[in-house]
């Protein structure tokens, strides 16, 4: 039967050396190269933007950057002093919201994953987490405004603002979730139903174990999402200024009004007149590094579990 | 074709029809297995013969699409109609084709089932251990390193570890789909031997690719092709120069499949 012959094939038949050049491998070799150096530049170029934020960031902030900078309050009219009640007040924000978001989507995800049949009902629910995850954020604070500030009489208070957080992060965290326990193999549960063991019985002793990283990075990911966002955090709790006492750890209470970071920054850069261009910088370094010091823990956190990892 | 039940049937299967939606796998079958004996069970790729080993322990369930009608019944009773489904894959054995370490130690894989049952004494625990992974010929190449990973055995290894972890939960029924194909043929004789041992207390369904293997080991073998069962019967008779059908001749003796 007659085959077509390749071109490398070719070329050795007619007779060259074993390892002789043809002009379609030193094509194939050139094309090689140029496609290594297309992937190579997209990567330099998306690190650039990058390392050019984080640059600018620190030498604009530098002159203000100080631990008295972190630890102090705000003083004359924010033109002077420090953040701490923002800081703090973001740290409850993102701690509450995670505290209320994680056990609900990682359990929710579980049912998703292990349990639901592939019905009409399982079908709109994950049409409907898929979706959530696309709200933009400011209809997510609308809807925190209504449902937490008013339905519920919350009123402006941390734990509405964090429950807004709360509802914004779930789908995402249900959606990572999810990711990692499908990526536990089939084979693995099959081997454990063969053997008489329950669906429960098959996600505690083989699943969860397996998928611990994945579903830690996925919710660790989101701090930086519910410290980050504005917005649902303006309609529902976060406020100009709130006086509380230096280095205070428990400065809130749950229903009272509280300061955030990005908020704050906000605030900074368009309301307040005759201000040191360094203090806007240094928030927003603070800002930005306390998401990146959680992020390279997630990232420690996912190394060490994957060293451990078992097939 | 029926075949009527003897009165030591240990499993009953009667009009066993099988599709995963439009396309039907098992095509109505009929036949039983009596207690403590080797059913041999041979045919060509697609024949069924995982299918019909997924109806036996009711893991089929978890097949999305997956319509079965008929009947299986264990010991008279019928397994759709059982409320304990787990107590059921208890009974049955099940050794996969494909080896799978669960990702624990090689203690933890063979007393993994136990456990599911509710067994917690550390000395049952550890006997079963042991008498399992002898009896997979696997005890003397782990037994200094039982707490190390199930996953990092080679293939091989995995493949007895399985067999372990079927017998782990003293099942009555034993079912080993394609168990010697990672094995070398020296450990392979071996499980034999242990097999030949079990069917004292046990009824063995061994679905194989290797004819050979199915008359060596079986007393009884069953052809399926297609869907369809072509032939069962004692071993004498199918793998003489005269079985009951044709084809079942033509398979055997490498004319075709």
Same mark, same amino acid.
């Given at each position: ?311 | ?22 396309? $039907? ?27 019909? +080993? ?33 107590? +059921? ?107 030949? $041992? ?60």
């Amino acid at each position: 039967m007659h085959q077509p012959t390749q071109p490398d094939t070719a070329a050795r038949r007619a007779g060259g050396a074993p390892f002789s050049q043809t002009d379609f491998g030193r094509h194939k070799i050139r094309r090689e190269a140029v496609a290594r150096a297309v992937f190579l530049a997209m990567t330099l170029l998306m690190v650039a933007p990058l390392v050019a934020i984080v640059t600018h960031l620190v030498v604009e902030a530098w002159p203000a950057l100080s631990l008295e900078f972190l630890l102090d309050v705000p003083r004359e009219r924010m033109t002077a002093g420090g953040i701490w009640p923002a800081f703090v007040g973001t740290i409850y924000l993102v701690v509450i919201s995670l505290a209320v978001a994680a056990p609900i989507g990682v359990l929710a995800a579980v049912y998703l994953n292990e349990y639901a049949k592939d019905s009409w009902f399982n079908r709109v629910i994950n049409l409907a987490v898929i979706n959530l995850a696309g709200v933009p954020s400011i209809v997510h604070a609308l809807f925190g405004l209504g449902a937490f500030v008013y339905a519920a009489r919350f009123g402006f208070s941390v734990i509405a603002a964090s429950l807004t957080l709360a509802i914004m992060t779930l789908p995402v965290i249900i959606a990572s979730t999810r990711e990692a326990l499908s990526a536990v193999p089939m084979s693995f549960r099959e081997a454990c139903w063969n053997v008489g063991a329950t669906r429960w019985q098959t996600i505690r002793g083989v699943v969860l174990p397996n998928s611990t990283s994945g579903i830690l990075t996925g919710i660790i990911l989101q701090v930086s999402r519910a410290a980050g966002e504005t917005a649902p955090v303006m309609f529902t709790g976060a406020v100009l200024y709130k006086a509380v006492e230096r280095g205070s750890l428990l400065p809130y209470y749950l229903d009272d009004q509280c300061m955030a970071l990005s908020m704050h920054l906000y605030v900074l850069t368009t309301q307040v007149p005759n201000l040191a261009q360094s203090i806007p910088y240094a928030t927003a370094v603070v800002l930005l590094g306390s998401v990146l010091i959680v992020n390279a823990g997630a990232i420690g956190l996912r190394v060490w579990l994957r060293n451990r990892k078992r097939w | 074709m029926t075949t009527p039940a003897a009165p030591t049937a240990k499993i009953e299967v009667e009009g066993l029809r099988l599709s995963y939606g439009h396309r $039907e796998a098992l095509h109505g079958i009929s036949f039983h297995v009596k207690a403590n004996e080797i059913l041999g069970v041979i045919g060509p790729a697609q024949s069924g013969k995982t299918s019909l +080993l997924r109806c036996l322990n009711r893991t089929i369930d978890f097949v999305a699409g997956a319509h079965v009608s008929g009947a299986i019944r264990v010991d008279g009773v019928d397994v759709r109609r059982m409320r304990d489904v787990f107590d +059921l894959r208890r009974r049955i054995g099940m050794v996969a084709p494909l080896p799978v370490g669960l990702p624990m130690s090689i203690y933890d894989n063979v007393a993994f089932a136990p456990r599911c049952a509710g067994l917690t004494a550390k000395s049952d625990l550890d006997a079963i251990v042991e008498r399992c992974l002898r009896q997979a010929a696997l005890w003397d190449e782990v037994k200094d390193r039982i707490g190390s990973l199930g996953t990092k055995l080679s293939g091989g290894q995995q493949q007895r570890l399985t067999i372990a972890r079927a017998l782990s939960h003293q099942p009555e029924i034993l079912c080993l789909d394609e168990f010697s194909i990672a094995i070398d043929p020296v450990t392979t004789m071996r499980i034999e031997d242990v097999l030949k $041992e079990l069917k004292r207390e046990v009824t063995i369904i061994l679905v194989t690719n290797l004819t050979q293997q199915a008359r060596r080991l079986a007393d009884r073998t069953m052809f399926l092709m297609a869907g369809d069962l072509v032939e069962i019967g004692p071993n004498e008779v199918v793998f003489s120069d005269r079985p009951a059908q044709r084809k079942t001749f033509d398979y055997i003796s490498g004319l075709f499949g």
